[in-house]
């Protein structure tokens, strides 16, 4: 996509002191199609909303679809809505099975669940690792064929917590013993980045112009953090919301960002404020664990073996 800004700096202001980017400086999306996952609140919803008013033609992909026909509704624009549960391998091949052979410029992973009591998906994943990663990485392969831009996957920077200790539970990914809500989030969260890493190696090797990015809202007030097994922490969130947090709609301009501006392969997006909490998007670091090719590695072939799911041959060459 190009990166030529819709609008551009008023004369008031100060050469030395570009404005902040924002999505009224996202460029023309006319004819260009835009899928994101968990549209119907939230960031995704924003950044769905935030593509639809640029010209894009954007693909709401939601469990529920009465609340993605509601918020569709509520967005404008050219939309459509399609059924996606990612805690459901079925339900991500099937609608990896209706979408047929329709180009798609941009795939945004942006669904997610966060520090849930200890539960399960339909295919025996612990539910975040199973719903933020290998939902995202199952529909991802499915649906890269057609894929013609890029690849953006929401992360967090939860996947720093714990620090040199977070880590890819490859002996226990399921978290069947030890389990803590905040810890199996770190390590979903850990495991969207480390995805990135490898798809974009991969896309590299195969000569595809693909390219795969991550971003961060860094902290948003949402209903994501509504879920928390611990009241205590859903206090703590819920203070940090009102006092701390930014809304939906600045907390969807990292993803915007990476989904429409010319940035290398594996960039990761997120606030430019102190601590990464707010502000407007820019190019943000990522922990030691998070950059590690052989842990991407090792977790690409874990994924492909639990979904049943791999690189397609000729991804990203259409």
Do not use: C
Not at 223 to 236: D, E, I, K, M
């Amino acid at each position: 996509m190009s990166s030529t800004p819709s609008s551009t700096p008023s004369a008031s202001t100060p050469a030395s002191r570009p404005a902040k980017w924002n999505a009224s400086r996202l460029p023309d999306l006319s004819g260009r199609t835009a899928l994101v996952t968990g549209a119907n609140s939230g960031i995704g919803r924003a950044a769905a909303a935030a593509l639809a008013r640029a010209g894009a033609h954007v693909v709401l992909a939601v469990r529920d679809p009465e609340r993605g026909r509601s918020a569709a509704a509520a967005i404008g624009g050219s939309t459509e809505v399609r059924r996606l549960d990612l805690a459901d391998l079925s339900s991500v091949r099937a609608f990896a099975d209706e979408w047929g052979e329709r180009p798609l410029e941009v795939l945004i992973n942006n669904a997610g669940v966060m520090m849930l009591p200890r539960q399960e998906t339909r295919d025996g994943f612990e539910m975040q690792f199973g719903t933020n990663h290998l939902g995202h990485f199952a529909l991802t392969n499915l649906l890269l064929p057609y894929v013609t831009d890029r690849v953006v996957t929401v992360s967090s920077g939860a996947h720093r917590w714990g620090g040199a200790r977070n880590r890819i539970r490859f002996e226990d990914l399921h978290w069947r013993s030890g389990y803590t809500p905040q810890a199996a989030y770190a390590q979903s969260k850990l495991a969207n980045l480390l995805f990135t890493l490898e798809l974009q190696r991969r896309l590299s090797e195969a000569g595809s112009a693909v390219r795969a990015l991550a971003a961060h809202p860094g902290w948003s007030a949402t209903n994501l953090q509504s879920h928390a097994a611990n009241p205590v922490t859903r206090a703590v969130m819920q203070l940090g919301n009102r006092f701390i947090a930014q809304d939906d709609t600045a907390g969807a301009l990292p993803t915007l960002y990476a989904a429409t501006q010319n940035l290398p392969g594996a960039s990761y997006v997120g606030p430019s404020g102190p601590g990464e909490l707010r502000g407007a998007p820019t190019l943000v670091g990522r922990s030691p664990a998070a950059s590690d090719p052989e842990a991407a590695r090792r977790l690409w072939d874990v994924s492909e073996e639990l979904t049943g799911v791999g690189f397609p041959v000729g991804a990203g060459r259409a």
